[in-house]
T-cell receptor, first 115, second 116 residues
Framework: AQTVTQSQPEMSVQEAETVTLSCTYD???????LFWYKQPPSRQMILVIR??????QNATENRFSVNFQKAAKSFSLKISDSQLGDTAMYFCAFKGETSGSRLTFGEGTQLTVNP | DAGVIQSPRHEVTEMGQEVTLRCKPI?????LFWYRQTMMRGLELLIYFNNNVPIDDSGMPEDRFSAKMPNASFSTLKIQPSEPRDSAVYFC??????????????FGNGTRLTVT
């Protein structure tokens, strides 16, 4: 079974600064996919960024980028130029190639961006 | 595209009552998932369907929980009888046929269930 661990329950950052959220996972599958979702106070789950494990290049979406270290089974999210609207719970999620589309989520990290 | 639509947004009920949560997935999506979110246990997968057929219901906590998908555009999650420990946010999500990272889950806004 796969597990996803987010070791930082809470983090805070000043507006316009950069913050990195950590995520590690455990799997025996050779191919898989990783995601970061954002859950603002409205509680909607919003896809932030995605990464295929077979791609060495780190995914980037505007101010959001990942540092994917396959050997270390690490998938951290970097948010640059933090904005107040980035305040949310962030979930790391794993989908194995044999998982049948299901996602396994980490515990979440509550990020607060301070003005 | 209206996204995944869940109803009701909030539900308050008394212990012992039947609760039915509803979900309309995104048109054309092949998979439908029911997740439960609590502070203690985070996001848990309860059950998921592929082309209206239940594939894995191992996450359904007890026989009090049941889910159906009578057609491609509608699913229900029923709790009968409800208990206070069922209080949580229940999410429905849908996705296209599995194309790896190109078929992420799209979530509804969730139903917050409170059982008193």
């Amino acid at each position: 079974a796969q597990t996803v661990t987010q070791s930082q329950p809470e983090m805070s950052v000043q507006e316009a600064e950069t913050v990195t959220l950590s995520c590690t996972y455990d799997t025996s599958e050779s191919n898989y996919y990783l995601f970061w979702y954002k859950q603002p106070p409205s509680r909607q789950m919003i896809l932030v960024i995605r990464q295929e494990a077979y791609k060495q290049q780190n995914a980037t979406e505007n101010r959001f980028s990942v540092n994917f270290q396959k050997a270390a089974k690490s998938f951290s999210l970097k948010i640059s130029d933090s904005q107040l609207g980035d305040t949310a719970m962030y979930f790391c999620a794993f989908k194995g190639e044999t998982s049948g589309s299901r996602l396994t989520f980490g515990e979440g990290t509550q990020l607060t961006v301070n003005p | 595209d209206a996204g995944v639509i869940q109803s009701p947004r909030h539900e308050v009920t008394e212990m012992g009552q039947e609760v039915t949560l509803r979900c309309k997935p995104i048109s054309g999506h092949d998979y439908l998932f029911w997740y439960r979110q609590t502070m203690m246990r985070g996001l848990e997968l309860l059950i998921y369907f592929n082309n209206n057929v239940p594939i894995d219901d191992s996450g359904m906590p007890e026989d009090r929980f049941s889910a159906k998908m009578p057609n491609a555009s509608f699913s229900t999650l029923k709790i009968q009888p409800s208990e206070p420990r069922d209080s949580a946010v229940y999410f429905c999500a849908s996705s296209l046929a599995d194309r790896g990272a190109n078929s992420p889950l799209h979530f509804g806004n969730g139903t917050r269930l409170t059982v008193t």
